[in-house]
């Protein structure tokens, strides 16, 4: 009887779920980054549309 099947999966699905738990916060940041540098753009184009009426 053996457990490398159990062994391999398991550790499997550790290296899995600790790559995503890694990268989702990074993946998250750079969204919200680029969120706020958008609505920092919509800010400026509205103030230039705004002072050159």
């Not at 391999?8 to 916060?25: E, K």
């Not at 680029?34 to 920092?40: L, S, T």
């Not at 753009?41 to 509205?46: D, S």
Request: aromatic residues 12%; without cysteine; charged residues 30%.
């Amino acid at each position: 009887m053996t457990y490398l099947p159990y062994i391999v999966g398991a550790y499997s699905v550790f290296g899995v779920v600790l790559a995503w738990d890694g990268l989702t916060p990074w993946l998250r940041h750079r969204r919200t980054l680029r969120a706020i540098r958008r609505k920092g753009e919509r800010a400026a184009a509205k103030n230039k549309r705004r002072d050159g009426a």
